[in-house]
Structure formats: structure tokens, C-alpha cells
């Protein structure tokens, strides 16, 4: 069964430091997402991306927050200057078409990210 | 934007008992509701989901009812088993962004 992987795992840095987060989503997909799940709590939407763009984004994803599609298969998070409170499970998601009723959207394992 | 509610929080159940998850939601053009299982540490898996043209899906022990006039729907777990054991998070989506519930952590006892 197709997967969606992500890297690192778990990812350990100093508060301001610059983190990429990567995601491999599965090949015939089209939508690519970022959710994140501080822990305890619920899954929050963080960006949606399609056709090289974000086509929608939430009040968590601010300037300190990017996404790109350098080569056509890895899809990236970057985080500029971290913060303790952006310490959290980040899962990348993506769907092959875009209306949710379409298609299922599949979610990565995910990359814990601590924040020291 | 839309906003989901879900409840309750936690829900404890004998082994073989029945559990019932709620959610409702804000946006009323919402069309589409998965619910997703996340084990300890690791992904949301999708369990069921329903469009908003059905007012019920069953699956085997897992049945999801919808009322859109109420705007709310359900997740029934029927005959639970100790397996059944994780967060079960609800959500609502009208074109393609999932809004997720706060989840529900059900533990279910030999």
C-alpha cells in the first residue's frame, strides 16, 4: 500500500534555530498538507499546497513558516526561527484530488519536533 | 471557518460494550466527515467517513450517522475490544481542508 514518508523522525533543536521538516508524498498525489498535533491535543490544519503554490493556509502558518517543492517528489516544511511553543508532532498529508469527499487523505507517520 | 466540537473527552467501556463518540460542526456547507483512529505515537488512520448525501455507513462493528439539520454526527463502536484502545478524532471538511475535533481517548477494559 502507497505511503506518504517523512523525515526526520524526531528532530531535536535550540529555540531559533532553522528546521526542515521533509515529506515524500505518495507519487500520483496531487494536494499536499501539513497538519500539526501538539501533544495531548488535536490535529490543527497548517497549509494546503497544489500546482507549486499554497492554496490555503491557517493563522498558525505565519511568516516564520514555509513550504516548497524543490524537485517535484520531496515536499518541506521550514520552520526559520523555532520556538518552544512550535514544539509538536508535524505530519504531512496528501490526497490525490482536491475535494475531501473525493479522496481519502492519507497521513505520514509524522516528525516530532522538540523545541529546547 | 468551521469549528467541530467533539465529546467526550475520554470514554472507558467494558470489553463487548458499545461506545458512542459525538461530534457536531459550525459550517453548514461542510459535505464531508471522517473519523480517523491515532494509536499511541503514531499517524491518524482513517476508519470510516461519510458524505453528506448518507445519513448512515456501517462497516463491520463501526457504524457513523450523520444529521445534517442538527449538524452532527456519531461514531458507534459495537462489541468493543480491548484493540479498539486509542484517540478517535471527528472532523468536517467542505471542500478540502479537514477541521479536526479535540478528539476522544477511549479505553476499553478487558
Known amino acids: 500500500e502507497p505511503e506518504v514518508t517523512q523525515t526526520p523522525s524526531h528532530q531535536v533543536t535550540q529555540m531559533g534555530q532553522e528546521v526542515i521538516l521533509r515529506c515524500v508524498p505518495i507519487s500520483n498525489h496531487l494536494y499536499f498538507y501539513w497538519y500539526r498535533q501538539i501533544l495531548g491535543q488535536k490535529v490543527e490544519f497548517l497549509v494546503s499546497?497544489?500546482?507549486?503554490?499554497?492554496?490555503?493556509k491557517s493563522e498558525i502558518f505565519d511568516d516564520q513558516f514555509s513550504v516548497e517543492r524543490p524537485d517535484g517528489s520531496n515536499f518541506t516544511l521550514k520552520i526559520r526561527s523555532t520556538k518552544l511553543e512550535d514544539s509538536a508532532m508535524y505530519f504531512c498529508?496528501?490526497?490525490?484530488?482536491?475535494?475531501?469527499?473525493?479522496?481519502?487523505?492519507?497521513f505520514g507517520a509524522g516528525s516530532r519536533l522538540t523545541v529546547l | 471557518g468551521e469549528n467541530v466540537e467533539q465529546h467526550p473527552s475520554t470514554l472507558s467501556v467494558q470489553e463487548g460494550d458499545s461506545a458512542v463518540i459525538k461530534c457536531t460542526y459550525s459550517d453548514s456547507a461542510s459535505n464531508y466527515f471522517p473519523w480517523y483512529k491515532q494509536e499511541l505515537g503514531k499517524r491518524p488512520q482513517l476508519i470510516i467517513d461519510i458524505r453528506s448525501n448518507v445519513g448512515e455507513k456501517k462497516d463491520q462493528r463501526i457504524a457513523v450517522t450523520l444529521n445534517k439539520t442538527a449538524k452532527h454526527f456519531s461514531l458507534h463502536i459495537t462489541e468493543t475490544q480491548p484493540e479498539d484502545s486509542a484517540v478517535y478524532f471527528c472532523?468536517?471538511?467542505?471542500?478540502?481542508?479537514?477541521?479536526f475535533g479535540k478528539g476522544t481517548m477511549l479505553l476499553v477494559s478487558p
Open positions: 472532523a468536517a471538511s467542505r471542500v478540502s481542508t479537514l477541521t
Open positions: 498529508a496528501s490526497r490525490a484530488q482536491r475535494t475531501s469527499g473525493a479522496n481519502v487523505l492519507t
Open positions: 499546497f497544489y500546482n507549486n503554490e499554497i492554496s490555503e
